[in-house]
């Protein structure tokens, strides 16, 4: 068997059991007949928009880590997260407003992820146009940073109007620490074209980032359009952060872990790399949320919580261990 | 001339800094080898980069007549294939895995190599003398052994006009020897190769013709052992050729030996 092969063997295997006992662990009596089939159906649409946010996140992962050729970048450097947590922020704070516009045309539960949609995007086109054709890697990254900054500022200013009202207050908090609890049939409809087309688009572009690994000027020297190539790959890896956070909220930590944790056994090929970590994003966020049921704590921990905690002590002993092997200088 | 690569009028820049390469005319024939030559900071490098878009330019760069700053660079990299000083890979990537990125141009989606292709990124391979180097990652490799990686790479692309910069600088004397005699066997399955060299020595021993640049400019221009002669080297470098026995140097002006 060879190590890729192995890989995918474990992966899998690893969604398997996370799948399994996202259906069995938590709150709510499955031997109750009465229940079951209500309790199953909640949970099965949880596990599938826990398994979407997951693989939406490492998939963006890996593309702004080839992007930038640097395998500690994470999805949050392109200022997507941040648009996207805005967007969300803003529509909670305006709620009643919202609900009183009679928005007819959309679904109460789907206001909250159209509105981080719509933060994203804002956030991906300002990120588009401020950069412009043949800016330097340099230039989209900053850009990335300071629109993260003045998004995430602007987010705070909002939640700190929001804790006038302590039920807004409440949403803000829980939406901000990110989960999947609650989240239906729905979300995982409006989430799962965005996170399937993007994915498999994003697959075609995988050669390319291989030899973005080399730098811009040998990729361009080979025949890749550099920029453009850049634009897309930022258009797909803010579309999948978009999709994550309108459906889980803002979970960390996943976009970085995962890929990095991968790349060892797939090898840095994006064409190998990409769909490993698609599922070994949503087996990771699958068993981060059964965490988040099983922890003995009075309330249900955040998942955003979690993946942090068990995200960051993980990613410093991948990163010890890449340090150690000479991987990263 | 039997065809190749025409440049004229070629200003090249960085970004919107002073032209770097200013008003160069050459001429890379198919079937010679044609070595740039110049102090630092002459424009060499950035000449060559000018010739595959990497850096703004303005001019006329055509392959045997054809305008090249018109094509797509999926075109233009199936016909001019470029090996940089070295490369900026950092990623442990196997080197067969590099010398097939030279088949980007060739290759549309998702699909592996093909079977044309995988005979060609052997052959390249082959060529470049490191087959035995296959299944290595490119960053365990030497530096000598990574700008053969680099070349095989440009190989795989089927181009047959080559730009090198400086492919010996990370060479030993023998493995700069070998390459002398894969760029030889390259000229006579008639590929024009234009070769940025700092070694005097080695325009001699290896280029048909020479092209001298000072201060981006072409000072002078024609066969190698005419170029490389007192009457060029010693208003451009600075220094006077020392013959018989071997190739040396010595600082013009009364300087040491």
């Known amino acids: 068997m060879s190590r890729l092969q192995a890989t995918w063997t474990v992966l899998v295997l690893a969604l398997g059991v996370a799948v399994a006992l996202s259906f069995f662990v938590g709150e709510g009596d499955l031997s109750n007949e009465a229940l079951r089939s209500t309790l199953l159906r909640l949970r099965a649409w949880r596990l599938a928009n826990t398994i979407l946010a997951g693989a939406a996140l490492a998939g963006a992962g890996v593309l702004v880590q080839g992007l930038f050729r640097n395998p500690l970048a994470s999805p949050s450097i392109l200022g997507t997260s941040a648009g996207a947590t805005l967007g969300g922020v803003l529509v909670l704070v305006l709620w009643n407003a919202l609900l009183a516009a009679r928005l007819d045309w959309i679904p109460a539960e789907l206001i909250l992820p159209v509105g981080c949609l719509l933060g994203a995007w804002l956030s991906l086109t300002l990120l588009l146009a401020v950069t412009g054709r043949g800016a330097s890697i340099v230039t989209v990254l900053l850009t990335g940073f300071i629109l993260s900054s003045l998004f995430l500022s602007l987010g705070s200013l909002l939640m700190s109007l929001a804790q006038n009202t302590w039920e807004m207050g409440r949403a803000v908090v829980a939406f901000t620490l990110g989960g999947v609890d609650a989240k ?36 361009q020297s080979l025949g890749v359009d550099v920029d453009a190539a850049r634009r897309w790959v930022i258009v797909w890896a803010s579309t999948l952060t978009a999709a994550a956070v309108a459906i889980g909220g803002n979970v960390a930590f996943v976009g970085l872990v995962v890929p990095h944790a991968l790349r060892p056994f797939t090898g840095p090929e994006h064409r190998a790399l990409i769909p490993a970590s698609l599922v070994g994003g949503a087996a990771f966020l699958t068993a981060a949320d059964v965490l988040t049921r099983v922890l003995p704590t009075a309330g249900t921990i955040p998942l955003g919580v979690v993946t942090g905690l068990v995200g960051a002590p993980l990613f410093l002993i991948l990163l010890a261990r890449a340090s150690r092997e000479g991987r990263i200088a | 001339m039997k065809g190749g690569l025409q440049v004229r009028d070629l200003w090249a820049s960085y970004r919107r800094g002073p032209d770097v390469v200013r008003g160069v005319d050459l001429d890379a024939a198919r079937g010679s080898i044609t070595a740039l030559l110049g102090p630092n900071g002459s424009g060499k490098s950035t000449l060559l980069k000018a010739l595959v878009g990497l850096v703004s330019s303005r001019g006329q760069v055509a392959l045997d007549g054809e305008d090249l700053r018109t094509v797509t660079p999926e075109q233009r990299a199936q016909r001019v294939a470029y090996v940089p000083q070295r490369s900026l890979l950092s990623a442990p990537l196997l080197v067969h895995s590099v010398v097939a990125q030279g088949r980007f141009p060739h290759r549309r989606g998702l699909r592996g190599l093909g079977h044309e292709d995988q005979k060609i990124v052997d052959t390249a391979l082959q060529d470049a003398d490191i087959a035995h180097l296959a ?8 530096g000598g052994e990574q700008q053969r990686v680099l070349l095989a790479r440009a190989l795989a692309t089927g181009a047959d006009v080559l730009l090198l910069d400086e492919p010996t600088s990370a060479q030993d004397v023998r493995h700069a020897l070998e390459l002398h005699a894969i760029l030889r066997r390259l000229r006579e399955r008639g590929a024009a190769i234009l070769v940025c060299l ?14 001298l640049l000072e201060c981006g400019t072409v000072h002078a221009d024609g066969p190698a052992d005419e170029i490389v002669h007192d009457r ?8 006077e050729l020392i013959e018989g026995g071997g190739l040396g140097f010595k600082l013009a002006r009364g300087g040491e030996s």
């Open chain 2, 232 to 239: 060029h080297i010693t208003p451009v470098y600075g220094v």
């Open chain 2, 198 to 211: 700092h070694d005097l020595s080695e325009v001699r021993a290896i280029a048909d013709c020479a092209v």
């Open chain 2, 135 to 142: 299944c290595r990652p490119f960053t365990e490799l030497s």
């Open chain 1, 184 to 219: 239906g049939p729905r979300h995982a409809a409006l989430a799962l074209p965005l996170v399937a087309v993007t994915s498999v688009v994003a697959m075609g572009w995988s050669r390319h980032l291989d030899l973005l690994l080399s730098g811009e000027e040998e990729a």
